[in-house]
């Protein structure tokens, strides 16, 4: 599924459990609160969850877009996943996680690769297939082995630590944009809570008896 697809998805779903959330602390406000507060407390139960939700859902959006930018890891939605690799590299999955793939400057150097190791500029790893190789990302240099034993005469005799591609994925992912995605929570976070207070202050100044002269 594409991003602007999974993005209207999102905004259904937030809207729906929105809802949920605001009839429920809707019925319980009209309940407990005050008839003098009645009115303003039942618009703050109302309108908070869709404001919280939207803006924390927005602001996390656009900082992780922030980060992808930066960081040139994927943004999170969609069906594209990625990370970088030395030298203009990137290991990416597109609609399917099992099945991951290495590209260089947009061409794909090898695909259907299921396990892999990061050695500085050299990465080793085992496809779908069941084959192995190396590949050097400075020189462009991509070794093709029958079995393991191969690779690691080929690799001086130091037997490979290979992990599942999306286990290589997601620590790779977060030991690059981790801290910068936790900060973008927060500071969503932050966001959300100052528009539900803003929310509620412009509640209690348009609920607020006239003053007659």
């Not at 597109?94 to 690769?113: H, L, M, R």
């Not at 037997?159 to 969503?188: C, H, M, Q, T």
Request: aromatic share 10%.
């Amino acid at each position: 599924m594409g991003i602007g697809f999974v993005f209207i998805l999102h905004l259904i779903a937030i809207g729906i459990f929105s809802g949920l959330i605001a009839a429920i602390v809707s019925t319980i406000t009209f309940f407990v609160s005050k008839k003098e507060n009645r009115k303003r407390n039942m618009w703050t139960a109302l309108f908070s969850p869709f404001v919280g939700l939207y803006t924390l859902y927005m602001c996390g959006l656009i900082g992780s877009g922030m980060v992808s930018t930066i960081k040139n890891v994927d943004i999170g939605i969609g069906d594209a996943w990625y990370v970088p690799l030395p030298d203009n590299c990137q290991l990416l999955f597109i609609d399917i996680p099992e099945q991951a793939y290495i590209e260089k400057n947009g061409q794909t150097v090898i695909s259907e690769v299921s396990q892999l190791q990061q050695l500085d500029n050299i990465i080793l790893g085992k496809t779908e297939s069941n084959k192995f190789f190396s590949y050097n990302t400075t020189t462009n240099e991509l070794k093709d082995f029958t079995t393991e034993n191969e690779l690691i005469i080929q690799n001086s005799n130091l037997k490979p630590n290979l992990i599942n591609a999306i286990e290589f994925y997601s620590d790779k992912r977060n030991d690059i944009a981790g801290v910068a995605l936790i900060i973008v929570s927060i500071a969503s976070l932050i966001m959300s809570l100052t528009a539900i207070y803003l929310t509620r202050k412009i509640i209690v100044r348009l609920t607020r008896p006239k003053v007659m002269t």
